[in-house]
T-cell receptor, first 114, second 114 residues
Framework: AQKVTQAQTEISVVEKEDVTLDCVYE???????LFWYKQPPSGELVFLIR??????QNEISGRYSWNFQKSTSSFNFTITASQVVDSAVYFC???????????FGTGTRLTIIP | EAGVVQSPRYKIIEKKQPVAFWCNPI?????LYWYLQNLGQGPELLIR????????DSQLPKDRFSAERLKGVDSTLKIQPAELGDSAVYLC????????????FGQGTRLTVV
């Protein structure tokens, strides 16, 4: 069975600080995908990144970076020099190869204080 | 390119009444999903379509929920009769299909049953 755990329910940081959102996943499959989505107050889930289980290289996109470690079943997300516009709920999700169903975590509400 | 369009954005109904939600996916996307998001939770899959075929409806409460995707484009999700516990956000998403790619979400329909 698939399970995604986001232990941090809410995080608040002051603008320009770095912040890391944790994600731990469980799956019995050897081929799978991991995702991060952002949900601003408007409600729409915005796709941020997809990683497959064969690629453990960390990825950086502007102020965003992702750390994938299979050894600890973690896929953490770091925002560098946070901005007020980063305030949102962030969801980590996982799917198994051949099954296009996303299993989401419960989300982390991030508040950036100006 | 237009994103996933859902309507209505908000709906308030009395319990035992029927309600329907509409979704127009991104043009050319063969895969369409309906997700349910309860307050403070991550989305959970209700049903997934590949073109007009429902390929995963194991999580759809079939006694009161129904869905259709005629002609493999637009989709409607219906609840009849609605119960108080159905109050939630109903999210539609689409992806190109043909192996997993990221899903793109609409803004959702927030249903309140009173």
């Amino acid at each position: 069975a698939q399970k995604v755990t986001q232990a941090q329910t809410e995080i608040s940081v002051v603008e320009k600080e770095d912040v890391t959102l944790d994600c731990v996943y469980e799956t019995r499959d050897t081929t799978y995908y991991l995702f991060w989505y952002k949900q601003p107050p408007s409600g729409e889930l915005v796709f941020l990144i997809r990683r497959n289980s064969f690629d453990e290289q960390n990825e950086i996109s502007g102020r965003y970076s992702w750390n994938f470690q299979k050894s600890t079943s973690s896929f953490n997300f770091t925002i560098t020099a946070s901005q007020v516009v980063d305030s949102a709920v962030y969801f980590c999700a996982q799917s198994n190869f051949g099954n296009e169903k996303l299993t989401f975590g419960t989300g982390t509400r991030l508040t950036i204080i100006p | 390119e237009a994103g996933v369009v859902q309507s209505p954005r908000y709906k308030i109904i009395e319990k035992k009444q029927p309600v329907a939600f509409w979704c127009n996916p991104i043009s050319g996307h063969n895969t369409l999903y309906w997700y349910l998001q309860n307050l403070g939770q991550g989305p959970e899959l209700l049903i997934r379509y590949e073109n007009e075929e429902a390929v995963d409806d194991s999580q759809l409460p079939k006694d009161r929920f129904s869905a259709e995707r005629l002609k493999g484009v637009d989709s409607t999700l219906k609840i009849q009769p609605a119960e108080l516990g159905d109050s939630a956000v109903y999210l539609c998403a689409s992806s190109p299909g043909g192996g997993f790619t990221e899903a793109f979400f609409g803004q959702g329909t927030r249903l309140t049953v009173v």
